[in-house]
């Protein structure tokens, strides 16, 4: 496992990577970046995302396919902030926190209602709803409690 504060460094890189182009740097990209051979950057990166596990690298690769609450691949969660659409989000709950990576910032996210197709847009700054379309707009996990599902973990 690489030393904690370089892992700490790439993290960084990452995100700010994902905030200032709307894709996630090449670990080629990272090891330049941070003075590191190419292998070091891969292995590195592969420490981060085994240190980071809502993240994950496109399965055989080493390609980072999604870095919450960023996705490197298009979803249907697509984000806009200063006035652009670059962004995408991993999930609807992921996307509501991508208002801290652009402080003072409106941050857009428009998707599909997963239910009805319909569109649903929310706008955020500082970690507040600020518009909604539709203003009755409620969000779910598709995900059932109870006997059928057992006891969750984490309950």
């Known amino acids: 496992m690489a030393e904690p504060r370089l892992m700490d460094r790439m993290f960084q890189r990452i995100m700010r990577g994902l905030v200032e182009t709307g894709r996630a740097p090449h670990y080629a990209e990272l090891?330049?970046?941070?003075?590191?051979?190419?292998e070091e950057g891969r292995r590195t990166l592969h420490d981060v995302m085994q240190a980071y596990p809502i993240g994950w690298?496109?399965?055989?690769t080493?390609?980072?396919a999604s870095f919450p609450p960023l996705n490197n691949l298009p979803t249907q969660y697509r984000i806009s902030a200063r006035?652009?659409?670059r962004w995408f989000a991993q999930c609807g709950f992921e996307a509501t926190s991508v208002t801290w990576l652009?402080?003072?910032?409106?941050?857009?996210?428009?998707?599909?209602?997963?239910?009805?197709?319909?569109?649903?847009t929310v706008e955020m700054r500082d970690g507040?709803?600020?518009?909604?379309?539709?203003?009755?707009?409620?969000?779910?996990?598709?995900?059932g409690f109870g006997a059928s599902r057992g006891k969750p973990q984490f309950l």
Do not use: K, M
């Not at 090891?31 to 190419?38: P, V």
């Not at 690298?57 to 055989?60: A, D, F």
């Not at 910032?105 to 998707?111: H, L, Y």
């Open 31 to 38: 090891a330049r970046a941070l003075g590191l051979s190419t």
């Open 62 to 64: 080493d390609y980072i």
């Open 83 to 85: 006035g652009e659409q």
């Open 102 to 120: 652009f402080p003072g910032e409106t941050v857009r996210i428009d998707a599909p209602c997963l239910d009805c197709g319909d569109p649903v």
């Open 57 to 60: 690298l496109h399965p055989e």
């Open 128 to 143: 507040r709803i600020v518009w909604l379309d539709p203003p009755e707009v409620v969000g779910h996990l598709n995900y």
